[in-house]
């Protein structure tokens, strides 16, 4: 069975979610910060309930939980512990609400932390920042039940060898409970999957197979061994990601993701089986009702 997911935000749902900058928020008294980071965090829970029920009615089977969910918890100046929050407590109940419901719905959720979160970075700095932020979505989710972590592999610094060996020592560094949902996922510049399938076999690690960008970084393995090879990486259901080329595959920027999918990206071999496909379109739901229709068509 195929299992849709759905990334982050609504294209045309009035389902929202809150956000604020440092600059807004370096503007208040400590006090007031707590105060109105602890309202934005509360109204988000409440959306993430919103949007999961969403897509329990619509047959949308996975959610990406957006990076910003507990918005600037990791700032240096602004950042925050839910315990510093006036509602704190309520904020994680109402998470948890959501784990539980999307449980008893069989709805999977996942994140995708932001580009800045570099495990092989030759910088200390930039590696101990991004397992900050590893570890505050980890958290989270603790909180809803999420199962997958999702980056990219990071830089290739001129050495993927290299690189790849100062990632595999930050795995060490890692909480259990980010290493256990950790991901990495194939991108359309640096790193292919014939590059991060070894890896992710010797480490542990389950590959997110992205089609997309194996189709700009091609590598030799066919759509249908990259495919098999991934797989093989997951103990439980795969997850993999799935983008059409906003001006063709012969246009001026392949990498781009058009509003919708079409059906003659969507790998054949993938029909069939026990499988998450994140649906990276600049439509959301809209382009998952889409693909959905073209994909039960293609029983037929």
Not at 83 to 88: Q, S, V, Y
Not at 123 to 149: N, P, T
Not at 225 to 232: D, F, I, K, L, P
Not at 278 to 291: D, F, M, Q, S, T
Request: net charge neutral; proline share 5%; charged share 30%.
């Amino acid at each position: 069975m195929i299992r849709l997911g759905l990334c982050c935000i609504f294209r045309d749902e009035p389902i929202k979610f809150r956000v604020t900058t440092a600059a807004a928020m370096k503007r208040l008294g400590r006090a007031e910060q707590l105060a109105r980071l602890s309202e934005l965090c509360l109204e988000n829970a409440r959306a993430l309930q919103e949007a999961l029920r969403y897509c329990a009615g619509h047959g949308i089977g996975c959610f990406r939980i957006n990076s910003q969910i507990l918005p600037l918890k990791t700032h240096p100046e602004v950042g925050y512990g839910a315990g510093d929050l006036p509602d704190g407590r309520h904020i994680v109940e109402e998470f948890c609400q959501c784990g539980k419901f999307a449980r008893a719905n069989n709805l999977r959720t996942t994140f995708h932390p932001d580009q800045f979160v570099v495990l092989n970075s030759p910088r200390e700095d930039v590696v101990r920042c991004s397992i900050a932020e590893l570890d505050y979505q980890a958290e989270v989710a603790e909180w809803v039940g999420a199962d997958v972590l999702n980056i990219h592999a990071g830089g290739a610094y001129g050495d993927k060898t290299s690189a790849l060996e100062r990632l595999r020592r930050v795995l060490d560094q890692l909480s259990d409970r980010i290493r256990n949902r950790l991901t990495l996922e194939n991108d359309e510049k640096s790193y292919s999957p014939a590059d991060l399938i070894p890896f992710c076999e010797s480490a542990g690690v389950p590959l997110v197979y992205d089609v997309h960008h194996h189709r700009c970084n091609p590598d030799g393995l066919s759509v249908e061994e990259a495919t098999r090879r991934a797989c093989a990486t997951w103990a439980g259901e795969p997850l993999f990601h799935i983008s059409s080329p906003l001006e063709g595959w012969k246009g001026p920027q392949p990498h781009r993701h058009h509003d919708f999918i079409d059906i003659k990206d969507f790998p054949a071999c993938w029909r069939g089986l026990d499988l998450t496909v994140e649906v990276e379109a600049k439509a959301k739901e809209v382009a998952i009702k889409r693909l959905q229709d073209a994909l039960a068509k293609k029983k037929k």
